[in-house]
């Protein structure tokens, strides 16, 4: 089946780094990528939809200067927290998915990043 | 968007029948109805989707209503490692991005 791979699964990291995490698609290509966050005890929340090859589409409130998408090609999409604070300590989870015309392909999820800022 | 309902938690004994109940009342005639679990500390599974006709995989059984307003995932003989929060999604697809919007879930709790 569809493999997603997130690295890293874990970080730890002092207030003011720069933290970049990377999603991979091992065994297809991904025309787009979905990255979402989510805090303790709670629901996931898209934050951006990456298309290969053109700028991310970022859901409303998250800022997209401080989340930076880059989906350069079709097998890997980055998403770098700029300037980290502790309150966006959180699990960050990429999916991945192929689109086709009149195809609905599942997203297939990668095991997500665990970012903790001291 | 067409919003769905679900139970907060649910329990059932290892070896019977799970069956988690959804409420899309206001699905639209294109939208499927998509399932997918997350286990503690990791990333959401695809488990299956529909758009009308009951489906079977592998993995469960998905049974929509005739009108389309609910749907039950059936994991047929549950075991303690389907114990996950279980995610009912009617899928937008606005402009082809295809998002999913998770809401809050049910929990399963499959007992030994």
């Known amino acids: 089946g569809a493999v997603v791979s997130q690295h890293p699964s874990r970080v730890i990291c002092k207030s003011g780094t720069s933290v970049k995490i990377e999603c991979r698609s091992l065994d297809f290509q991904a025309t787009t990528m979905f990255w979402y966050r989510q805090f303790p005890k709670q629901s996931l929340m898209l934050m951006a939809t990456?298309?290969?090859?053109?700028?991310?589409?970022?859901e409303q409130g998250v800022e997209k200067d401080k989340f930076l998408i880059n989906h350069a090609s079709l097998t890997l999409s980055t998403l770098t927290v700029t300037s980290a604070h502790p309150e966006d300590s959180s699990f960050y989870i990429c999916?991945?998915?192929?689109?086709?015309?009149?195809?609905?392909?599942?997203?297939?999820f990668g095991d997500g990043t665990r970012l903790s800022i001291l | 968007d067409a919003k769905t309902t679900q139970p907060p938690s649910m329990d059932c004994a290892e070896g019977r029948a799970a069956n988690l109940p959804c409420n899309h009342s206001t699905i639209s005639g294109n939208e499927y109805v998509y399932w997918y679990r997350q286990i503690h500390s990791q990333g959401p599974q695809y488990i299956i989707h529909?758009?009308?006709n009951n489906e079977t995989n592998e993995m469960a059984s998905l049974i929509i209503t005739e009108d389309r307003k609910s749907s039950t995932l059936i994991l047929p003989h549950a075991t303690l490692r389907d114990t996950a929060v279980y995610y009912c999604i009617v899928r937008v697809a606005g402009d082809s991005s295809y998002k999913l919007i998770f809401g809050s879930g049910t929990r399963l709790l499959v007992r030994p």
């Open positions: 529909g758009l009308k």
């Open positions: 990456s298309n290969e090859g053109s700028k991310a589409t970022y």
């Open positions: 999916s991945a998915s192929l689109r086709t015309q009149g195809a609905l392909q599942p997203q297939h």
